[in-house]
T-cell receptor
């Protein structure tokens, strides 16, 4: 168990809809990262938050947004969903001081858009 | 931009044998960190081993070891005494500093055969 939690585990929704994925980092971790893994592909970085502030952006679509709350949990919002958004979405966290380069991953949320 | 290349999409190995997975990367940075992650059928991302670029000694974690060749920008993973539970996708990943996103290779699917 990495200590990172993600909810829900599975999500099935229709095209055009909006969903919210939630992530709780390990206790004390200030950084939260979101990654997308499409079928049989590697992980693509979407966005990073550090202590409530956006830190880095990757290949994140304009239809996607995220935020990190004062208690450090993060939410990834996906809107106007398309079939191609079906993927496994991972959240990872790392600590600012103790091995900041090491990221621990949650179990992922599997999104299916029909 | 940093890139990570895994040239072996699939590999197989007999139980108890040794297998080596290849990874090359491209970066102009001098200080960076390299990782191997394992993704079993459960899809959980599990950190297997890490290597700091400033360390000349190759990292070892039980049956897992790396061959880090900084000049060649090569970072291979050796699994000794392969076990059925080693069957998984293996991803090589790179980051150039703490609290920055990981860049992943496309992965190598390893099958351990009884």
């Amino acid at each position: 168990d990495s200590g990172v939690t993600q909810t829900p585990k599975h999500l099935i929704t229709a095209t055009g809809q909006r969903v919210t994925l939630r992530c709780s980092p390990r206790s004390g971790d200030l950084s939260v990262y979101w990654y997308q893994q499409s079928l049989d592909q590697g992980l693509q970085f979407l966005i990073q938050y550090y202590n409530g502030e956006e830190r880095a952006k990757g290949n994140i679509l304009e239809r996607f947004s995220a935020q990190q709350f004062p208690d450090l949990h993060s939410e990834l919002n996906l809107s106007s969903l398309e079939l191609g958004d079906s993927a496994l979405y991972f959240c990872a966290s790392s600590h600012s001081r103790d091995q900041p380069y090491e990221q621990y991953f949650g179990p992922g949320t599997r999104l299916t858009v029909t | 931009a940093q890139t990570v290349t895994q040239s072996q999409p699939e590999m197989s190995v007999q139980e108890a044998e040794t297998v080596t997975l290849s990874c090359t990367y491209d970066t102009s940075e001098n200080n960076y960190y390299l990782f191997w992650y394992k993704q079993p059928p459960s899809r959980q991302m599990i950190l297997v081993i890490r290597q700091e670029a400033y360390k000349q000694q190759n990292a070892t974690e039980n049956r897992f070891s790396v061959n880090f060749q900084k000049a060649a920008k090569s970072f291979s993973l050796k699994i000794s005494d392969s076990q059925l539970g080693d069957t998984a996708m293996y991803f090589c990943a790179f980051t150039f500093s703490g609290n920055t996103p990981l860049v992943f290779g496309k992965g190598t699917r390893l099958s351990v055969i009884a």
